[in-house]
């Protein structure tokens, strides 16, 4: 995946929710991010194929507060709050989505719809988060990036 796509995204600052199709070092994102004002978290779902690995990973990741709760209304409030972060917006890039995706589909659905409350509780406060997933197909409702612009 072209880091231009993701750059352009970043200047954007609209925030949204992603699929890129082949992927992108995660050092070039971070080097995005970063140029961009974004805080980066990257989630490496190498090892993640059910909701309390990514739980787990996700909050290490994110570095969320030791009373996280490992719970799904747990993870949408931290993903709203983020008040130990300084940053201009927030970019999170979840690459090999394929084991939760593929052995739980319900689970990776409801991950998204707790992306997708994340991204427009921002907006709201005019700040952007950008959540990118990576693996060898898009999860359901999740628009592909394209090479300059999202489908």
Known sequence: MSV??????????????????QGADPKAVQ????????AFFHVDGKNIARKE????H???SLHFPKDFGHNWDALEECLTDLEWVDADGYLIYYDHIDG??????????????IV???VASWKED???MIVLFAGSKAPKGV???KSGAAE
């Open 53 to 56: 690995q990514l739980l787990i």
């Open 100 to 113: 939760l995706l593929e052995a739980h589909p319900d689970q990776f659905e409801t991950l998204v719809e």
């Open 4 to 21: 231009e796509a993701i750059e352009s995204l970043l200047e954007s600052h609209g925030g949204g929710v992603w699929f890129l199709p």
């Open 58 to 60: 996700v909050a290490m």
């Open 126 to 128: 005019d700040a952007a």
């Open 31 to 38: 080097s995005a991010a970063k140029r961009a004002g974004f």
């Open 116 to 118: 997708r409350d994340a």
């Open 143 to 145: 628009a592909k990036l």
